[in-house]
């Protein structure tokens, strides 16, 4: 049994469920599964429940899932440029969570800002991902919208958010950050699609 993809969907009819309720009854039962929710996603992520109903509370209007952009920025030699991650060790391309009033493309451009020091624009969009909340890709459901991008500016500049930048082979990455690979993939396949045009 998947107890994220569980708790995610009871956290979404609560919270959604109690933005639109219109009596107090449904309000009650509403509130009694939030509260349910809360305490068992505290329990399987070992955080105080009211911590978890605190974060929650600070999601205002209709739950919806959320959204990451990443930038897939080759070299002349069809290198991907990559950031080892300073939380877990993995490797990943420039990414991050869309802000609210950002679109996801300019997500991507800003996320590659702020991790490489490089100015890059959005060459196309490569594809969209989905995924249900699961251990691997965390308690929310969420979508991931990945650009192949083109440098214009800037020299890489390591951010705190990483240990360590720099262009690879897709083939000699040692280790993955989550469906990174799958997105390095997608991107070279586009690039050599493009200009075999």
């Excluded at 991650?85 to 996801?104: F, H, I, K, Q, Y």
Aim: a negative charge; proline letters at 5%.
């Amino acid at each position: 049994m998947d107890l994220m993809r569980l708790l995610d969907e009871l956290r979404v009819l609560s919270q959604n469920g109690l933005e639109y309720a219109d009596n107090p009854y449904d309000e009650e039962r509403y509130e009694r599964i939030l509260e349910l929710t809360c305490r068992y996603y505290g329990k399987a992520l070992d955080i105080p429940s009211d911590d978890v109903r605190d974060r929650f509370a600070a999601e205002l209007g209709h739950i919806t899932p959320k959204i990451g952009a990443e930038a897939a920025v080759f070299d002349s030699k069809g290198r991907i440029l990559l950031m080892r991650r300073a939380d877990d060790g993995t490797w990943c391309l420039p990414c991050g969570w869309v802000d609210p009033n950002e679109s996801p493309a300019e997500a991507a451009v800003r996320e590659t800002r702020e991790e490489t020091g490089l100015d890059v624009s959005v060459i196309e969009l490569v594809d969209v991902y989905h995924y249900a909340p699961s251990e691997r890709f965390g308690p929310h459901g969420r979508v991931d919208v990945l650009y192949r991008c083109a440098v214009e500016s800037g020299s890489l500049e390591l951010s705190h958010e990483g240990e360590a930048l720099g262009y690879w082979q897709i083939t000699d990455v040692p280790v993955w950050h989550k469906a990174h690979e799958t997105y390095a993939r997608a991107a070279l396949d586009a690039a050599t699609e493009t200009s075999s045009r």
